[in-house]
Each structure stands twice: as structure tokens, then as C-alpha cells.
């Protein structure tokens, strides 16, 4: 076996650990998770998603799931990601307020029926915290997929909050693991609104 080749089993192996052990630290996490997405989805509100840097994927892929459909032909699902528009994100940063470029849109479309999904996989965090802050004054839910536990945004969450926190993985460690969570809550969704 070459060294490019060992060095490439290890990757595997790295992901499998890492894997396994957050299946072992979330599980109820992503079950009570789900149901805070499908009791907004049932009481008509939609889901509002943002991420800084390639977590946005993360959030897309999620919109897209719920928009158009996970696995199988359903309803089109309400959910908003923020970081999509270009355009909006980078006319609020060129006024020099990076900090608002969620919390601004938050406070524009959300309401207390919606809930806010944010995904945190590293680096800076302000206006994601900013983000937490204008949804909770909306009286909206939030839901967090952290790559890190007890980070600055876990001291912000309400009781009826809920965080999803992964062992302290870096980001890309973590992004592979992030989107399994994801499937995970897309194939929920589906199957409390829709049966198997």
C-alpha cells in the first residue's frame, strides 16, 4: 500500500470514528430536534436557516430538501435560507454591519410561529449570535447544529431551544457529519408529516 493510499484509508477511518462517536452523543438531540421542525411546519410557520462560510451548503442542501423533496414526491415544505442572496448579504455588509447580515433579515420575515435553524461549524460567530438574539425577540424557536459543544452560542439558547453539538471537530471533520444529521431531520420531517 502506497503512503497516498494509507493516507487516504486513514480519512476513512477518521470519518468512521468520528461518525460512530456522534451517533452516540445526539441521537435524542436529533429526535427532539425534528420535532420542534415539524410542530412549526404543522402550525404554519416556516423554517429560516443561516451559516457562515461553506456551513451555507449545509443550510442550502437543507432548503433545498424541504422546497423540493428529500427522498420522496411530498408538498413543497416553507424554509428560507438567509445566506442565499447574494445580493441582500453583501448590500448589508458593504453598509459596514456584518453583524446584521442575518439579524436584520430575521427580524424583516420572521414571527413567532417560524423557527431558526442555524449551523455552526467555526470561525466567526457574531452574527450568528446576532441572528439567535433577533429570533428570539420575534419569539421564534431556534435550532443549532454545532460542530463544537458549550461555545458562546449554547449560553443563548432558551429551554425550549435545542442544540445539536458535536465533540469539538474541526470544520471539515465535522461538515460530513453535519449533513448526516441533516439527512437524518429532512427523513423525520418527512416521515411525522407524511408516513413512510
Request: with cysteine; hydrophobic share 45%; aromatic share 4%.
Amino acid at each position: 500500500m502506497t503512503d497516498t493510499e494509507q493516507q487516504i484509508n486513514q480519512w476513512f477511518a477518521n470519518h468512521m470514528e468520528h461518525t460512530a462517536h456522534a451517533a452516540s452523543l445526539t441521537v435524542p438531540a436529533i429526535e427532539r430536534a425534528s420535532d420542534a421542525l415539524v410542530n412549526t411546519l404543522l402550525n404554519d410557520g416556516k423554517i429560516i436557516t443561516c451559516a457562515n462560510g461553506n456551513a451555507n451548503v449545509l443550510t442550502q442542501y437543507f432548503c433545498t430538501a424541504l422546497l423540493n423533496r428529500f427522498e420522496h414526491d411530498r408538498p413543497a415544505l416553507p424554509a428560507i435560507n438567509l445566506g442565499a442572496d447574494a445580493t441582500t448579504y453583501s448590500a448589508i455588509c458593504r453598509d459596514n454591519r456584518f453583524n446584521d447580515t442575518f439579524s436584520r433579515q430575521v427580524r424583516a420575515i420572521g414571527k413567532a410561529n417560524d423557527l431558526l435553524l442555524v449551523i455552526v461549524d467555526d470561525g466567526h460567530k457574531a452574527n450568528l449570535i446576532q441572528a439567535i438574539q433577533a429570533a428570539h425577540d420575534r419569539e421564534m424557536n431556534v435550532v443549532v447544529l454545532s460542530a463544537k459543544e458549550k461555545t458562546d452560542i449554547t449560553s443563548l439558547l432558551h429551554p425550549e431551544d435545542h442544540e445539536i453539538a458535536l465533540d469539538n471537530l474541526s470544520p471539515t471533520a465535522a461538515t460530513p457529519i453535519l449533513l448526516v444529521i441533516i439527512n437524518a431531520l429532512c427523513g423525520l420531517i418527512d416521515e411525522k408529516l407524511f408516513g413512510g
